[in-house]
């Protein structure tokens, strides 16, 4: 396009030339020393410009011979360029198949010619995969003497491999020396976030929690669940240990839409109760009842062993206006009536109970109370029903060979009862036939 540009250009000017000295050719002197030349004005403009043309070929043409070692030296890097680049799709495309030897082969051939670390990474992966360790960790140490200035990459990239290898202990290594670099690598938090919840080191989880809140790094339902995962898991632990101060400093540091977690609520309150603290598990039990139900802190509540059972079965009974055939409640009554010696409110709260579908523990409970009021054959009674549900289905097998035994049984009965209803029958006619009655007969015997 330039080219045709110019021809255009030159085409115009020759024609104005043209136009110009078809009148007047005009003329133009040179004068050098004693010489004088004299030609016209046309030759002078085709002899310049021929000139023009000349110097520039020659000076393109000395350029050439100049610059050309230059010039090839950038041809080959362009070229080596090429296949390296060649060399390197080819094993990430292996890479990608799972083809790993063949993958490390292709990455490695072009690799030292090249100013990048991505050949030695992506052959890192390749190693790892084969479970060549070593190799793993000497290409990654390639790398980073290719490219320094890459640290954060490669330790990202040796941190995900030691992960994979199952080398934990390293790989938290590699991301705690990231995160101290560079503390809002969104890449180094995720990873330390798997890292942790795969080896459950939920402190160290609890640490960045703050971070992966803050730099977005999970959705909000995620971190939300991951949250709360963390916090439950610390305590457990913390319950675990029997150390009751280390349980409420637990409790104390949760954020506080977890402390209204009836899950995390029941952990809590539990350790409270198992640590004979019964007046604060009360005074958490019911705040937490009353602003959202849930059947397992209501069942807790009926756990409470305080100097107050009066008072406790009272607001029990407030629930109970709303929750008339909840088993649990009616469980959770039964009991706090028990303890509160109000025996009959007992026994009705644990029947309802029962029939609503307590439960073996409904059961227990209930025979409890009939024992004690002394009506053992039903409190027998009962314990064996609990036992049965508590148990499942028992033996079938045994169940199935009482049955069959029970039918075989009150067949002979029947058959018994039919042939002694016969001999009578037949006795009776013989007796009529000798003109007695049976009456008659037996008084005479």
């Known amino acids: 396009m330039k080219l045709l540009i110019q021809i255009i250009a030159i085409i115009c000017l020759g024609v104005f030339l043209a ?40 000076i393109r043409l000395l350029g050439s011979v100049l610059f050309a070692p ?59 995969a084969q479970g060549a360790n070593t190799r793993m960790i000497q290409y990654l140490d390639m790398a980073q003497a290719t490219d320094p200035n890459a640290s954060t990459a490669i330790r990202i990239t040796q941190a995900e491999l030691l992960m ?7 790989a938290g290594a590699a991301l705690e020396r990231i995160r101290t670099e560079d503390p809002k690598n969104l890449r180094a938090i995720l ?12 402190n160290k989880l609890s640490e960045i929690l703050y971070d992966i809140k803050r730099n977005r790094v999970l959705q909000y339902q995620e971190y939300n669940e991951l949250e709360k995962k963390v916090y ?16 409420k400093n637990t409790w104390s540091v949760l954020p506080p839409y977890l402390q209204k977690d009836a899950e995390l609520i029941a952990i809590f309150a539990q350790q409270l109760l198992d640590e004979n603290e019964q007046d604060e598990a009360e005074s958490i039990l019911r705040t937490a009842i009353k602003t959202h139900w849930d059947d397992s802190l209501v069942h807790l509540y009926g756990l409470i062993y305080s100097d107050n059972p009066y008072g406790e079965l009272s607001a029990a009974e407030k629930w109970y206006k709303q929750h008339q055939d909840n088993p649990t409640l009616l469980l959770t009554l039964g009991r706090l009536s028990s303890r509160s010696e109000l025996w009959g409110k007992a026994r009705s ?11 073996a523990e409904a059961y227990h409970a209930l025979a409890q109370v009939l024992e004690h009021i002394d009506e053992p054959e039903l409190a027998a009674a009962t314990y064996r029903k609990g036992l049965e549900i508590a148990s499942g289905k028992g033996l079938p097998e045994l169940a199935a060979l009482t ?43």
């Open 349 to 359: 709260y644990l029947e309802t109970s029962v029939e609503n579908g307590g439960g």
């Open 191 to 202: 990873l330390m976030t798997k890292l942790y919840k795969t080896t459950n080191n939920w």
């Open 19 to 58: 136009f110009i000295v078809r009148e007047d050719p005009g003329s133009a002197t040179f004068s050098i020393n004693s010489y004088v030349v004299e030609t016209s004005f046309v030759v002078f403009v085709v002899i310049s410009i021929a000139a023009i043309f000349a110097a520039h070929l020659v």
């Open 232 to 247: 439950s898991e610390l305590l457990h632990a913390a319950c675990a240990d029997g150390n009751m101060r280390k349980v």
């Open 70 to 128: 230059s010039r090839l030296r950038k041809w080959q890097n362009r070229r080596r360029d090429r296949v390296a680049n060649t060399a390197l799709t080819r094993g990430l495309l292996a890479q990608a198949e799972g083809k790993w030897r063949q993958s490390e082969k292709a990455l490695l051939t072009y690799a030292k010619k090249t100013e990048s670390a991505v050949n030695y990474l992506a052959a890192a992966k390749s190693a790892q």
């Open 164 to 170: 994979d290898s199952g080398q934990y202990d390293r």
């Open 403 to 445: 049955a069959k035994k029970q039918a075989r049984q009150a067949a002979l009965a029947k058959k018994e009862a039919e042939r002694n209803a016969a001999i009578e029958a037949e006795e009776i006619k013989k007796l009529e036939a000798a003109g007695e009655t049976k009456e008659e007969s037996v008084a005479a015997a």
